[in-house]
């Protein structure tokens, strides 16, 4: 449930998320339609915001209304603890009713792996989930250069990274998942990369994040040879790009 109070900050959620993205104050203005000024008193806190032109905020960032509203501890908690469970996630392929239970997990000194058609644990111990889950990266050979990345928040830096990418390469495709999904696909081997350009929070990663590094890949804030770090005072992520491991 959400406090009336929230809507007090909702200009400064704003600014701190178009920061993220790398967006400048006058250019979100152009986008939304308003006049720079206006949205200098939103980001200040001087005038509410309306619901349209929250909607075409969180169009232009790529973020959900939650992510701008802000969430508490609560609802931090509960998404970390969701990632941990078993995730169901509809299969986007000629049967649209068909859903896919898929259970990911690892740790650095064992690997990676990806467990199909399980409901819960049960009794199973570790060993015995690892008998009946398949190591990852489990597919090492395309013939492609596969993208994943978000069809409906393709950013314009995305777009520029996936013609980068056609001109790296002869032959690129782009596939498209749900959420913390596309990082699994990678590790995987299912695609090649996953560009973020667009604002996340460390819970949208985290999971995902150590299943990429258990099979080799790392999550690299977009631009530098740094990973993603976490615990911070901000918990919103930097842009990022989850590919193999760069040898030093």
């Known amino acids: 449930m959400y406090e009336e109070k929230c809507l007090l900050r909702l200009g400064s959620n704003i600014k701190i998320l178009r920061n993220a993205s790398q967006i400048t104050q006058a250019e979100l203005a152009r986008r939304i339609g308003i006049s720079q000024t206006h949205l200098c008193n939103i980001e200040h806190n001087n005038v509410q915001i309306s619901l349209k032109l929250l909607l075409r905020v969180a169009n232009v960032l790529g973020c959900s209304l939650e992510c701008i509203i802000g969430v508490n501890a609560v609802t931090i908690a509960k998404r970390v603890e969701a990632q941990c469970k078993v995730k169901s996630e509809p299969v986007r392929n000629e049967d ?3 859903v896919k239970q898929e ?10 792996y990806k467990l199909s058609n399980v409901t819960s ?6 060993d015995e989930l690892i008998a009946s889950a398949t190591r990852l990266p489990s597919v090492t050979e395309r013939g492609k250069f596969v993208i994943v990345a978000s069809r409906s928040h393709l950013t314009p830096e995305t777009e520029a990274y ?5 001109r790296q390469h002869s032959e690129v495709e782009l596939i498209s998942s749900g959420s913390s999904i596309k990082i699994c696909l990678v590790a995987e081997g299912k695609a090649d990369v996953y560009p973020r350009f667009a604002p996340t929070m460390e819970w949208d990663t985290a999971a995902g994040h150590a ?3 258990a099979a080799g890949l790392e999550v690299y804030q ?3 040879e740094e990973p993603l770090c ?3 005072e901000n918990l919103l992520n930097p842009w990022f790009v989850v590919e193999p491991k760069q040898m030093k």
């Open 121 to 126: 644990r049960g009794n199973a111990s570790l």
């Open 96 to 98: 649209k009713n068909t």
């Open 222 to 224: 977009a631009g530098k």
């Open 211 to 213: 299943i990429a590094r």
């Open 230 to 232: 976490y615990n911070k």
């Open 103 to 112: 259970l990911y997990f690892a740790e650095e000194s064992i690997g990676a």
């Open 162 to 166: 996936i013609e980068e990418m056609k």
